[in-house]
């Protein structure tokens, strides 16, 4: 057996290593502190410190790449091969490809036939109750199973701090799509909230805070992690991107747009240096399209649409980013069209040839909210059938599972297709329940919340009273939307509550400062506000 090696505290800023010059031009690199003993040889702790921190900010390949340099140095590191499969094992992400379970289960086996520590040994033993026996196991009961044995590891070496942060990792991974009551995302913050005073540079911890909290009833919780973890590895496109999850849920839309123009800055750097970054840029994209729809700033809006229009998969990066590039770019035309209420362009909108189902689905899912907005029955029976087919479709895709989580968005659709039909009582009724389910669980950040909508019915059928209840209830958990405080605005102004009206329309106004926005709504702002 090796010597042990000291415990290895990287700093903020990492110092240069020959394992990865070539990566990084300037000699350091700001990725957080990581306290993770290894058996290993000496010359490879920095390397493989590294990897980890890599690691907790979601660099999957850089953390590859930094394990297999280990891998190379020091062949008899165990640790190393279970580095690499842990980097296969997006566990927030997409679910693993065959190839990579194949890979990471060829590489525990590695590891576990070289010499380790008792501890080294036991999170082997843990991520491989995630590779076994995957041909015939569930990815979900695999998932539990993997987080229930780093519970193990967690009780069996209370003084290691690092298997907490994983095993919270794994209550995320393996959270129930019906977890109501967010057992699994309470459990994680408890235990990562008071890691983080006694580690508030550890980018893991920031980090999985904020996933944690990534839901209306906890957003607030994570306010403190977002403002900290991008100033501790600001050399991480997701870890500077990740703050934006709890600014656009708490409706900080400038800082949401500064995180994630600053993200892909540096996502732009790391393609430079032949890593694959696409996925970050477009994820960046996505939340800065919807920040800029909430100020009114449709023009940088409608930019980032036709930048994502333009964008191809590149060499390497497509097992995960060609059905993901796909999606946004059927989405992204859905929300700029229905954020901007402009219902017949929405109802016109042709879904891309040749793409999987479940990316098609979002454009005839707004196709339906249109039709409905414009008491077009026909066309929302169309976009319901339509929607269906690729729910059928995805059934029977390579990724089924899938289809479990357009369920949501029928229901809508189905509400939506009920209100163009006329039938305002089932359709109020379905989307409520729809509404009441993403108040438990959350939504997409950038999706349109179902209240919202609920609310935009209610207004249209002429219960302005109704609707604005549900425009302020919509705003408690999805704050400073601009439909949300445009709608409660104008329904305050139906009921002559002018004072309310005037509130509302204040806060829009102070939102969209600056965005030199053509929107009616804003103009209706200015009107009553200069008569108020």
Same mark, same amino acid.
């Given at each position: 057996?090796?010597?042990?090696?000291?415990?290895?505290?990287?700093?903020?800023?990492?110092?240069?290593?020959?394992?990865?010059?070539?990566?990084?031009?300037?000699?350091?690199?700001?990725?957080?502190?990581?306290?993770?003993?290894?058996?290993?040889?000496?010359?490879?702790?920095?390397?493989?410190?590294?990897?980890?921190?890599?690691?907790?900010?979601?660099?999957?390949?850089?953390?590859?790449?930094?394990?297999?340099?280990?891998?190379?140095?020091?062949?008899?590191?165990?640790?190393?091969?279970?580095?690499?499969?842990?980097?296969?094992?997006?566990?927030?992400?997409?679910?693993?490809?065959?190839?990579?379970?194949?890979?990471?289960?060829?590489?525990?086996?590695?590891? @576990?036939?070289?010499?380790?520590?008792?501890?080294?040994?036991?999170?082997?033993?843990?991520?491989?109750?995630?590779? @076994?026996?995957?041909?015939?196991?569930?990815?979900?009961?695999?998932?539990?199973?993997?987080?229930?044995?780093?519970?193990?590891?967690?009780?069996?070496?209370?003084?290691?701090?690092?298997?907490?942060?994983?095993?919270?990792?794994?209550?995320?991974?393996?959270?129930?799509?019906?977890?109501?009551?967010?057992?699994?995302?309470?459990?994680?913050?408890?235990?990562?909230?008071?890691?983080?005073?006694?580690?508030?540079?550890?980018?893991?911890?920031?980090?999985?805070?904020?996933?944690?909290?990534?839901?209306?009833?906890?957003?607030?919780?994570?306010?403190?992690?977002?403002?900290?973890?991008?100033?501790?590895?600001?050399?991480?496109?997701?870890?500077?991107?990740?703050?934006?999850?709890?600014?656009?849920?708490?409706?900080?839309?400038?800082?949401?747009?500064?995180?994630?123009?600053?993200?892909?800055?540096?996502?732009?750097?790391?393609?430079?240096?032949?890593?694959?970054?696409?996925?970050?840029?477009?994820?960046?994209?996505?939340?800065?399209?919807?920040?800029?729809?909430?100020?009114?700033?449709?023009?940088?809006?409608?930019?980032?649409?036709?930048?994502?229009?333009?964008?191809?998969?590149?060499?390497?990066?497509?097992?995960?980013?060609?059905?993901?590039?796909?999606?946004?770019?059927?989405?992204?035309?859905?929300?700029?069209?229905?954020?901007?209420?402009?219902?017949?362009?929405?109802?016109?909108?042709?879904?891309?040839?040749?793409?999987?189902?479940?990316?098609?689905?979002?454009?005839?899912?707004?196709?339906?909210?249109?039709?409905?907005?414009?008491?077009?029955?026909?066309?929302?029976?169309?976009?319901?059938?339509?929607?269906?087919?690729?729910?059928?479709?995805?059934?029977?895709?390579?990724?089924?599972?899938?289809?479990?989580?357009?369920?949501?968005?029928?229901?809508?659709?189905?509400?939506?297709?009920?209100?163009?039909?006329?039938?305002?009582?089932?359709?109020?009724?379905?989307?409520?329940?729809?509404?009441?389910?993403?108040?438990?669980?959350?939504?997409?950040?950038?999706?349109?919340?179902?209240?919202?909508?609920?609310?935009?019915?209610?207004?249209?059928?002429?219960?302005?009273?109704?609707?604005?209840?549900?425009?302020?209830? @919509?705003?408690?958990?999805?704050?400073?939307?601009?439909?949300?405080?445009?709608?409660?605005?104008?329904?305050?102004?139906?009921?002559?509550?002018?004072?309310?009206?005037?509130?509302?329309?204040?806060?829009?106004?102070?939102?969209?400062?600056?965005?030199?926005?053509?929107?009616?709504?804003?103009?209706?702002?200015?009107?009553?506000?200069?008569?108020?």
């Amino acid at each position: 057996m090796k010597a042990k090696l000291s415990c290895l505290f990287l700093t903020l800023f990492l110092g240069a290593a020959p394992s990865f010059a070539q990566e990084h031009q300037h000699g350091t690199e700001a990725l957080g502190s990581v306290d993770f003993p290894v058996s290993c040889a000496p010359d490879v702790e920095r390397t493989f410190t590294r990897g980890m921190a890599l690691l907790y900010s979601f660099e999957y390949e850089r953390a590859e790449r930094a394990f297999e340099s280990v891998a190379q140095q020091d062949p008899t590191c165990a640790m190393a091969y279970w580095g690499q499969a842990m980097s296969l094992y997006h566990q927030l992400w997409e679910r693993p490809s065959e190839h990579s379970l194949e890979r990471g289960a060829e590489l525990l086996k590695k590891a @576990s036939g070289l010499e380790a520590t008792s501890r080294e040994k036991d999170y082997i033993a843990a991520l491989r109750a995630f590779y @076994s026996h995957a041909n015939e196991t569930k990815h979900e009961e695999r998932a539990v199973a993997y987080s229930k044995a780093m519970k193990t590891v967690m009780e069996r070496y209370p003084g290691d701090h690092e298997a907490a942060v994983f095993y919270a990792l794994s209550l995320l991974g393996s959270n129930p799509e019906d977890d109501k009551g967010l057992e699994n995302a309470r459990e994680a913050v408890a235990i990562l909230t008071k890691l983080f005073l006694e580690q508030p540079d550890h980018p893991g911890i920031a980090h999985y805070i904020i996933h944690s909290c990534d839901n209306p009833k906890m957003a607030e919780l994570a306010l403190p992690a977002a403002r900290k973890y991008a100033a501790i590895a600001p050399d991480s496109a997701h870890a500077v991107h990740m703050p934006s999850h709890i600014f656009a849920r708490l409706g900080l839309w400038q800082d949401d747009i500064q995180s994630n123009l600053r993200a892909i800055k540096i996502a732009d750097q790391q393609a430079a240096m032949h890593i694959h970054t696409m996925h970050h840029r477009v994820h960046s994209m996505d939340f800065l399209q919807y920040a800029y729809l909430q100020i009114g700033d449709d023009a940088k809006a409608r930019a980032q649409m036709d930048e994502l229009k333009r964008m191809r998969v590149m060499n390497g990066d497509e097992d995960f980013m060609h059905d993901y590039l796909e999606a946004r770019q059927s989405t992204f035309p859905v929300v700029y069209a229905l954020e901007r209420r402009q219902w017949k362009e929405a109802l016109i909108l042709q879904p891309a040839k040749d793409a999987e189902p479940y990316s098609l689905a979002p454009v005839y899912w707004g196709r339906a909210v249109a039709a409905g907005h414009l008491r077009d029955a026909a066309a929302a029976e169309d976009a319901l059938k339509h929607y269906d087919q690729m729910v059928d479709l995805t059934r029977k895709s390579r990724k089924a599972y899938i289809a479990d989580s357009m369920k949501q968005g029928r229901k809508e659709i189905e509400a939506w297709a009920d209100f163009a039909a006329g039938k305002d009582s089932e359709a109020v009724g379905k989307l409520r329940e729809v509404a009441e389910e993403q108040d438990k669980t959350g939504k997409g950040e950038t999706d349109l919340p179902a209240r919202e909508m609920l609310a935009d019915m209610l207004f249209s059928a002429g219960k302005a009273q109704d609707a604005l209840y549900e425009y302020e209830n @919509s705003l408690r958990t999805d704050p400073n939307r601009f439909n949300g405080l445009a709608g409660a605005a104008a329904a305050a102004a139906k009921l002559e509550q002018k004072d309310k009206a005037a509130s509302y329309y204040a806060q829009l106004l102070k939102n969209c400062s600056g965005s030199h926005s053509d929107r009616p709504e804003l103009q209706q702002a200015k009107l009553l506000l200069a008569a108020n």
